[in-house]
């Protein structure tokens, strides 16, 4: 047998062949203590190299495994920090349409207090209009009557 494939193997049984094959070779009188010293140191050495292979590819994938979880955890970390970029983008963009709505609810309240048209409410859809109201316009109607947008303002407008 090769060197590398017996030093390669745990397998007592290959060991027990290959050295009973190598006795019948050399014969009794070559097998004294020093020889069977070092086969034995051989074999016992042989388990703890594949115990070290063993535990070397473990930590091998053990630590790709790190270098993984930290890429997750850095692109994590990143999409944390643009969501919060995005959300405080948002909420102040927000705020400012909440001012401009403002500032838009009290320009129609002042022009339908100036025309005195406080307590109308629009009609839904092509509908006649309330009764003693002007004749009816198609979908969508003009002037003065307010579009479906601006109706629902002027709802929540407080008067």
Known sequence: MERDKLLGTMDAKVWTDEFMATKARLGDEEFDHAMMLAWFANAIMAGFDEANRCAQRALDAAQ???????????????????????VDRDVKKIKELQAQLAAVGRAVLAVILTMGLVAWEPWPGPSPPPPGGPAPYPAPYPAPYPSQEEALCLRTTPF
């Open 64 to 86: 790709a495994r790190v270098k993984e979880l930290e890429l997750y955890l850095t692109q994590e970390r990143a999409n944390r920090d643009s969501l919060a970029a995005c």
